[in-house]
């Protein structure tokens, strides 16, 4: 930033959320474009209920297979769930 007048580059616009209470108030307040939920959370209690309140809020979601690969999307080992909070003008019309 210092090598360019202080002028530092814009920091990227986060799609990608991803832990419990962080989804979880994203698809209460609406924010929530699409959720991704891992079908191998131990206990499962932690996120049996979030697609009824997804279908609630009429926010799609989806079950995937394993929690490990939802963790490399967000560069962790493993993830519960994730949300998508925004969608790129040019796949508006396919998403």
Known sequence: AEAS?????????????FGLNNVTNLVENGQAKLVVIANDVDPVELVMWLPQLC??????????????????????????????????????ASF
Request: with cysteine; charged share 25%; net charge positive.
């Open 55 to 92: 279908m609630r809020k009429n926010i799609p979601f989806m079950i995937v297979k394993n929690k490990a690969r939802l963790g490399k999307m967000c560069n962790l080992k493993t993830a519960t769930c994730v949300a998508l909070v925004d969608v790129n003008e040019n796949d508006r």
């Open 5 to 17: 007048g202080g002028n530092a580059p814009a920091r990227a616009a986060e799609y990608l959320r």
